[in-house]
């Protein structure tokens, strides 16, 4: 029994040296009348950074489909608006999964099966400024050489360097004269595929 | 009794300050993806890239062979011989036997049409 109330005694001992060890480090405050500190001033150091916020606006991606008859004979050309949601500099960069429109069809001698077109970028900032390239659909297939081709990084893609959060008539363009080429354009169903990326940009 | 109405570290505060910071400095967003569909269509269709010349003399014909170009493997040929008018334009065909009793231009031509099979 007194082994029990020696060893009660050691730990309330213990914790009463923590405690007093922590106390040093504190302030402690009482209501008006309670006691003699009625507030502490705590000096508080406030450190934030906020990197640039970038992507599509709600609705604003360049989202689509073109189809297009006979566009070996006519052409074609459309818009597709792009409303960006960046709070500093951004790049926008663009892929194609066949380098063109391409027919399933197996080619021969004499007869192509890809079909070239382009791809324009514009994109306009909140403060007037824009930036804007024009490349063969065929750059823009992995490892194309297009300045904005791939998909958009810090080094990546075309280059904006304001802000842009409104509707400033940024668009992506896909369009073809009537075709050409040397080979004649065999017949049948032409598909490509662009994705669009954006990322901020420092 | 007294009641402790603040009770506040420095250390804890600039520490709990700090680490919310650190929330703000991460990447704000991912990349974003869209992608745009891009569809055509080419009709089979052939054309003539040169027309057949014939030039005939007294001393020799010279013909000049025609080529016509299908934008599919499978073309299908088609003669016929028409008459030609007056003003040179081509008008009926002349296998029928019953327009063998029509009056007979001298002039004839061999019309070749070439035209995809579907």
Redesign the interface.
């Known amino acids: 029994m007194g082994f029990l109330r020696t060893l009660i005694l050691l730990a309330l001992a213990v914790i009463s040296v923590i405690a007093s060890q922590h106390a040093h480090?504190?302030v402690?405050?009482?209501?008006v009348g309670?006691?003699a500190v009625n507030?502490?001033e705590?000096?508080?150091?406030?450190?934030?950074?906020?990197?640039?916020?970038?992507?599509?606006a709600t609705g604003g991606?360049?989202?689509?489909?073109?189809?297009?008859?006979?566009?070996?004979q006519s052409g074609?050309t459309k818009d597709?608006a792009i409303q960006l949601n960046c709070t500093g500099a951004s790049r926008i960069a663009v892929s194609s999964a066949n380098g063109g429109?391409a027919?399933a069809a197996t080619g021969?001698t004499g007869?192509q099966t890809k079909?070239p077109?382009n791809v324009a970028l514009y994109v306009a900032a909140d403060n007037g400024t824009n930036a804007s390239a024009t490349c063969a659909a065929a750059t823009l297939a992995a490892g194309g050489n297009c300045t904005f081709a791939g998909?958009?990084?810090t080094a990546t893609g075309l280059r904006l360097a304001g802000a842009s959060t409104k509707a400033n008539g940024s668009y992506?363009r896909?369009s073809a004269p009537a075709y050409a080429g040397t080979d004649?354009?065999?017949?049948?169903?032409?598909?490509?595929?662009?994705?669009?990326?954006?990322?901020?940009s420092p | 009794m007294t009641t402790p109405t603040t009770l506040i570290s420095n250390r804890i505060a600039r520490a709990a300050l700090v680490l919310a910071g650190m929330g703000f400095a991460a990447p704000a967003m991912a990349d974003e993806l869209n992608q745009i569909a891009i569809y055509g269509e080419v009709a089979p269709r052939c054309w003539v890239a040169h027309p057949m010349k014939i030039v005939a003399t007294d001393a020799a014909v010279q013909v000049k062979p025609a080529r016509a170009i299908c934008n599919q493997a499978r073309p299908v040929l088609l003669t016929e011989v028409r008459m030609i008018d007056s003003d040179g334009t081509l008008v009926k065909p002349v296998l029928a036997a019953a327009d063998r009793a029509a009056p007979f231009s001298p002039r004839t031509a061999l019309e070749i049409v070439v035209t995809p099979q579907l």
């Open positions: 480090a504190q402690t405050a009482y209501a309670q006691g507030s502490v705590v000096g508080v150091e406030v450190r934030a950074s906020v990197l640039g916020r970038c992507g599509f991606a360049p989202t689509g489909t073109i189809d297009q008859a006979d566009f070996d074609f597709f429109m027919n021969s007869y079909a077109y998909t958009a990084g992506l896909v004649t354009l065999a017949a049948g169903r032409y598909t490509d595929t662009l994705s669009i990326t954006v990322s901020v």
